[in-house]
């Protein structure tokens, strides 16, 4: 049963999830590699940092699931690989699933397998190829129980912002975690709105599933801490932070930060004192 796999993802005592992402290799873009040119050294720090989850791609891995010992975070692994993120985009787009994602998941001993569900201004052709894999995943992933995490992607137009830039309408972002969740999603890893007030209207939209929210891009630890607090008050699950926790000048000093406001209901003025070090 799913709810095996996700009980090793959830702590016990706060219920909530920190999956730190360090998947982004895996689609292609040069830039996505700052601060994770070394993925022994990252899986290495983030292990000792002890963050709920790790994100990672079918060959990064074994480098995770290789430590020894039972108290390594738990392994979400990426299913999918797509080619929307770059600025220009590419003349032809695309978004494939990895056929045997969920054996591959099973035989790497993770507890859940993420997957995107995009949607690109002009470009309908990458939503339904998202669908497709998704209900394929949501087959295999029935069959073996294993949780299935779509990553719903509200994108603004590639030619103001860039493929990568969110698109925090509230509305969009709310219909999209809708179809994610009659797509039969177990979590969703949902977009941030760009009114912080307005999120629990996205955790309702998805009824029982939890919802947690991305992190984006770079912003300063007082930022990045209020913002999850306030989240979290909004009735989020959890968060999945990628570059604010692996650029990080100290990921193991973020990291502890966000684990208090998660799981000890920490203020964020109190946290930002975990961060240790000079803001830079």
Do not use: W
Request: glycine share 8%.
């Amino acid at each position: 049963m799913s709810e095996y796999r996700l009980n090793r993802l959830f702590n016990a005592d706060s219920g909530r999830l920190l999956d730190v992402a360090v998947d982004h290799g895996f689609f292609g873009e040069a830039s996505f590699l700052n601060g994770i040119e070394n993925m022994d050294h990252v899986i290495s720090t983030l292990v000792d940092a002890g963050p709920d989850a790790i994100q990672l791609t079918l060959g990064q891995a074994r480098l995770l699931q290789s430590v020894k010992g039972k108290s390594k975070p738990a392994l979400v692994l990426r299913a999918d690989i797509a080619n929307i993120y770059g600025n220009p985009l590419d003349t032809h787009l695309f978004s494939h699933h990895v056929p045997n994602a969920i054996e591959e998941a099973v035989r790497l001993d993770a507890a859940a397998v993420c997957a995107n569900l995009i949607q690109l201004p002009g470009r309908p052709e990458i939503r339904e190829a998202c669908v497709k894999s998704i209900m394929a995943l949501r087959a295999e992933a029935t069959k073996y129980g294993m949780p299935l995490m779509v990553e719903p992607l509200v994108m603004q137009d590639n030619a103001v912002a860039g493929g990568y830039m969110v698109d925090g309408d509230t509305d969009k972002i709310r219909t999209l975690v809708r179809q994610a969740r009659e797509l039969g999603a177990d979590l969703i890893k949902a977009d941030p709105t760009d009114n912080v007030e307005d999120y629990h209207r996205v955790v309702e939209v998805a009824g029982d599933i939890p919802v947690l929210v991305r992190g984006g891009g770079r912003v300063d630890d007082k930022t990045l801490l209020e913002r999850t607090v306030a989240v979290l008050e909004q009735g989020a699950s959890g968060i999945v932070y990628g570059r604010n926790v692996v650029q990080h000048r100290n990921p193991t000093g973020i990291t502890r930060a966000l684990m208090a406001v998660l799981h000890d209901s920490v203020s964020a003025e109190d946290a930002l004192e975990l961060v240790g070090g000079d803001e830079k």
